[in-house]
């Protein structure tokens, strides 16, 4: 099992670009088999997730090459109605399939997903879209189980206890394209990924109005083809680099980043004294001090969002005075905590916040990552921290992120991977 091993202290200075986003690229992969006829899609990151999705779609039945971050998939013998547990305990994403499975074949059987490392999350709003589209929904044995007897266009609210759902949206919407009749989605993600995801679907033929706002109409229609499509770049991996630039008082420009998907991050990074700005289609990132305390409170876009919520803690330990965040979305996502007090930092926490006391320095040590998003925010701290920090579990981060090693190292960190042999069981 891989680790990375940081040695803190270096600015970071010079350019980056980032991959294709994977938030967009896992439900625009399913939704390729909602088409009769192959797709090819371009700027798709090379990530565990997206590798993991092109075998899931090969189990399906659909022939999927992937090479060079260019995925072509060719729904034609897309066949299997069932996600067995093994792939979906995996990756809750392959959830997404329930659409092609119950619009494209009549049927399905997934399995429902595990639990996850940052809190509960529940999957009743995607069965709340297929049922309000007529589908015979049962859950038997660990297992959705639904039926297309006759499914018809109709009306859902998608608002859950924490607020619009992406996951919801995204599947009800490739439900909701083959299905007869008019849908209404009310309480909408309005994330770019679900733009990103209503733009494929529209070229391959579909229906639909209002992405970006909460509510979502979709005329359905009787089939779609395939298209080439490019997947948006990574507004969260450009995130995680502005984090990365700051907490070193680097200067860095970061290619790809959309400044009209990152206001509430940027915003927050001007509060924090962050120098940040739009300069020859990239974004320049520069710090020359420890930043200054900031609160914030994540929350669906385009609010702040929850997957920059521990990179961002990990510049707050760092920072002159105190910072309160306040996680709204996974009010459990705090399992990066314990980590970065084992490197010096003081946070305490209540149910869903965290008080940070920004301390002058961070000082290396051995930690574990527990998922992406955690593993990435100890990365960042390790970056400014004094002596060596050694990240065991990188799988988590190789999920999300492509080469990130070699892209901080082509910023001037000094970073590397080390691959520990798995241990022989006896
Ligand atoms: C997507 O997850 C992202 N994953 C997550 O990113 C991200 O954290 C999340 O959206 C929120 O932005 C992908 O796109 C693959 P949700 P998703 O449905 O769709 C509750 C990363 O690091 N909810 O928007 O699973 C839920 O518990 C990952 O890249 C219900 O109550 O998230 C949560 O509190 C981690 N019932 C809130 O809604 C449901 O049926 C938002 O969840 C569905 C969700």
């Given at each position: 099992m891989d680790r990375l091993v940081i040695e803190g202290g270096y600015r970071l200075h010079g350019e980056v670009t980032v991959s294709g986003a994977k938030n967009a690229a896992l439900p625009i992969m399913t939704a390729?088999?909602?088409?009769e006829t192959p797709s090819i899609i371009h700027n798709v990151p090379d990530l565990r997730d997206t590798r993991m999705m092109a075998e899931v779609l090969r189990a399906l039945g659909a022939k999927v090459e992937f090479e060079n971050s260019t995925l072509k998939v060719d729904?034609?013998?897309?066949?299997?109605t069932e996600a067995p547990y093994d792939m979906v305990r995996k990756m809750?994403?392959?959830?997404?399939?329930l659409a092609p499975m119950v619009t494209r074949l009549g049927e399905a059987r997934v399995s429902l997903p595990g639990g996850c490392a940052i809190g509960a999350r529940p999957i009743d709003l995607h069965l709340r879209g297929l049922e309000s589209l007529g589908a015979d929904v049962k859950l038997e044995h660990g297992y959705i189980v639904a039926r297309n007897e006759k499914m018809q266009g109709g009306e859902v609210l998608l608002t859950g206890p924490n607020g619009s759902s992406v996951g919801a949206t995204a599947n009800t919407l490739m439900m909701a394209v083959l299905t007869p009749g008019t849908t209404t989605i009310r309480g909408a993600a309005k994330e770019p990924e679900i733009i990103d995801l209503v733009g494929y679907l529209k070229a391959m033929g579909a229906q639909i109005d209002?992405?970006?706002?909460s509510t979502l109409k979709i005329e359905g229609v009787s089939k779609l083809k395939g298209v080439k499509y490019s997947i948006i770049p990574d507004r969260i991996e450009a995130g995680t680099f502005f984090a990365a630039a700051a907490i070193t008082e680097g200067d860095c420009r970061v290619h790809g980043a959309k400044l009209d998907q990152l206001e509430s991050v940027i915003d927050k990074m001007g509060e924090m004294g962050v120098y940040i700005s739009a300069e020859n289609g990239s974004v320049r990132v520069a710090c020359d001090g420890p930043p200054r305390a900031a609160s914030f409170r994540t929350l669906p876009y385009?609010?702040?969002?929850t997957d920059m919520q521990a990179q961002f803690m990990a510049l707050l330990c760092l920072a002159d005075g105190q910072s309160v965040i306040t996680e709204?979305?996974?009010?459990?996502?705090?399992?990066?905590v314990s980590e970065f007090v084992r490197m010096g930092a003081k946070v305490t926490l209540s149910p869903g916040q965290a008080i940070v006391q920004g301390v002058p320095k961070l000082s290396g040590a051995p930690v574990m990552a527990s998922d992406l998003r955690a593993s990435a925010a100890l990365v960042v701290a390790g970056l400014a921290a004094d002596g060596v920090t050694d990240i065991h579990r990188v799988y988590h981060i190789d999920r999300g992120y492509e080469r990130i090693e070699e892209k901080l190292q082509g910023l001037g960190a000094n970073i590397r991977r080390v691959q520990t042999p798995r241990p022989v069981m006896d």
């Open positions: 390729a088999l909602l088409a729904p034609s013998t897309f066949s299997i809750r994403a392959s959830v997404y399939v209002g992405a970006g706002t385009p609010g702040f969002p709204t979305i996974y009010p459990d996502r705090f399992i990066h």
